[in-house]
């Protein structure tokens, strides 16, 4: 063999070998993306359900034990109901809209942005949703004619609220590990991008 045909067939395996590169990084991408995609699909889907739930549950709780009246406590349980039934259906729905637009394939940089704004976003609706949990539950004893006024009434309030602090904080701490292991993910396909 002469030099030439040597040199021919080392940048052959050259070329070979790098193609054989870019493609197992390629498929390493595409394993290390499936993990961050299936949990934001499932994220996805508690949005949806959160969307979902609020009606049926308040109109499986109230139909039963509301009367209609014309007094102003009927009215103002039905405003504050109404507002707290707004905020339920209008928060996971901002944040189903903000998770569609998300895409792993796309610039890692601009997927962290909006991975960020996400974050920002839910935390901020959950604390808010817990506080218009107790405006709802106003609006349901003044229509539903509950006396509120009760040792009764106050040791349910406490449960409720303290219930709702404790999953609050829960909700929380597994939001905030989902998104770093996001991250994680993140940063090694970033990594492989720019070997």
């Known amino acids: 063999m002469e030099w030439t045909e040597l040199q021919a067939l080392w940048q052959q395996q050259n070329v070979r070998i790098a193609e054989n590169t870019r493609i197992n990084k390629e498929i390493l991408k595409r394993i290390i993306r499936r993990n961050p995609e299936n949990r934001l699909k499932w994220m996805k889907f508690w949005a949806v359900y959160g969307m979902v739930i609020p009606i049926p549950i308040v109109c499986i709780a109230l139909i039963p034990n509301v009367n209609f009246r014309n007094e102003w406590d009927f009215y103002t349980g039905l405003i504050l109901l109404t507002v707290m039934l707004i905020y339920a259906l209008f928060r996971p729905s901002k944040e189903y809209l903000l998770m569609r637009n998300i895409d792993f394939a796309k610039q890692i940089t601009k997927t962290k942005k909006q991975l960020i704004q996400l974050e920002g976003m839910r935390l901020k609706g959950t604390k808010r949703s817990y506080l218009s949990m107790a405006i709802g539950l106003v609006g ?56």
């Open 140 to 195: 349901i004893c003044l229509l539903a004619q509950l006396p509120v006024m009760t040792i009764r009434f106050a040791i349910l309030t406490i449960f409720i609220f303290l219930l709702a602090i404790i999953t609050n904080y829960i909700h929380i701490k597994r939001f905030k590990s989902q998104m770093n292991s996001f991250n994680a993910e993140l940063n090694e396909i970033e990594q492989l991008e720019t070997e």
